[in-house]
């Protein structure tokens, strides 16, 4: 990422509330944020406290031990690992006096750098303004900064004299425009359904490869980096399985352990593909030590997002990079395979378990057909499976497995 100045160098700051909680695997997440997002990690603080101070989110005592590091380490700020109340990033600005930054605003930086649609400029523009609406105080003239360093990039890169006047009326318009883009959404998804190809989404936590597998499946060539969130728009492609069938596969944003509250607003209309979807392919990395974490944190916002009901592969990405085996199990989803995307180990598996379970929701149909439905067989291969067909004097004999949304014409048909 080029920087207009000098690289942030910044320290991390984290609250352990309990021993079961993971606050050293989350700082470890951070310091690759602050670097996705263009700053130096130069040091980490805990404090183990029972709960977070309201005030100024750490105790007095660690304010004074982080003012020392500020200055031992020549940092020019810090960043919390989680996100601060209004009253504790002006607090902790006016104790320390250097810039304070949260996790939340840190990810809304990278989601600005790497948005590259209208679409999805518009939801960060809306996700950043919600963020900042409620912290005019503590930024002050400076809201919409400009600048190299994280958490400076305004909304849009626009230097904007902010107000809640202006911000309200800005926000106002994006969500009319939002309003549009989901109609629009809508309408593709529309059209999907009546030409009754199945749709698959994937799902992961941040690098676990989804745009890897997006591309070994389908060659979309998406940026594939091993970074996180280094795609952020959605792409939607079509695949065909072994048996013929026709298959859209949409690849949705990364998730995050604390995935700011305002980016899951925002991005809605984007991350419903995922309950829009017939089948959800979610991909985890199997050489992360964190998998299991990462695949909990991918469950709670797909429950949040009210995706509950739709049957499950859960692909365990990365195999070529795993240093021991591991038994892969997981007890929410319906198949499980272990592939590597990169090198496409175990890619045609993928598809059989991709067909096997879009099988589980077709009926099976068995007729026959006069020569003048021979059109039908087109549909059968586009929507479903086609098992035998045979051409006889009175007429073309056919088993297949097919969608129930068009079972029932396709049972008219026959004779």
């Keep these: ?180 883009v989901k109609r629009h959404r809508e309408v593709t998804r529309e059209l999907r359904s009546r030409n009754h190809v199945p749709v698959a989404a994937i799902v992961g936590y941040t690098n676990a490869g989804k745009s890897t597998l997006m591309n070994a499946l389908t060659g979309a060539g998406i940026l594939a980096e091993d970074k996180l969130f280094a795609t952020l728009d959605p792409t939607t492609r079509e695949v065909k399985l072994p048996s013929g069938q026709r298959v859209l596969l949409t690849d949705t944003v990364g998730f995050i352990r604390k995935l700011p509250h305002h980016l899951i607003e925002a991005f809605r209309s984007t991350l419903e593909e995922a309950r829009y979807a017939d089948l959800i392919l979610h991909v985890a990395d199997i050489s992360n030590p964190q998998m299991e974490e990462q695949m909990y944190v991918v469950y709670e916002t797909l429950r949040e997002l009210g995706v509950t009901d739709k049957p499950v592969i859960s692909v365990f990405n990365k195999q070529d990079k795993a240093k021991e085996e591991r038994i892969i199990r997981d007890f929410h989803a319906d198949y499980t395979v272990g592939i590597s995307a990169k090198t496409g180990g175990n890619i045609p598996e993928l598809l059989k378990t991709v067909e096997a379970a879009l099988r589980e929701q077709k009926v099976y149909l068995e007729g026959i057909y006069p020569y003048r439905e021979a059109g039908m067989l087109q549909m059968i291969r586009e929507c479903g499976e086609l098992e035998e067909e045979a051409y006889r004097e009175d007429g073309i004999f056919v088993r297949a497995y097919v969608p129930v949304r068009i079972y029932e014409k396709l049972k008219k048909m026959s004779t």
């Excluded at 003012?67 to 504790?88: F, N, R, S, V, Y």
Aim: charged share 30%; net charge negative.
């Design 1 to 180: 990422m080029n920087l207009d100045q000098e690289t942030e160098r910044v320290i991390l700051v984290g609250v352990s509330t309990s021993d079961e909680d993971d606050t050293w695997r989350s700082l470890k997440e951070l310091k690759e944020l602050a670097e996705t997002a263009g700053a130096g990690t130069v040091g980490t603080l805990v404090q183990n406290r029972e709960q977070v101070h309201p005030g100024t989110y750490i105790g007095k005592g660690k304010i004074e031990e982080l003012k020392d590091l500020l200055w031992e380490l020549d940092a020019t700020g810090i960043i919390c690992d989680d996100e601060l109340t209004p009253a504790q990033m002006k607090n902790l600005q006016d104790e320390l006096d250097t810039k304070v930054m949260d996790r939340t605003l840190v990810i809304l930086d990278i989601f600005a750098a790497r948005a590259s649609t209208s679409e999805g400029k518009l939801q960060v523009e809306l996700a950043q303004l919600k963020y900042r609406q409620t912290r005019l105080t503590g930024y002050g003239t400076a809201m919409s900064r400009l600048g190299g360093g994280i958490g400076t990039r305004g909304p849009g890169e626009k230097k904007l004299e902010v107000d809640r006047r202006l911000i309200k009326s800005r926000i106002a318009r994006l969500n009319r425009e939002l309003k549009d």
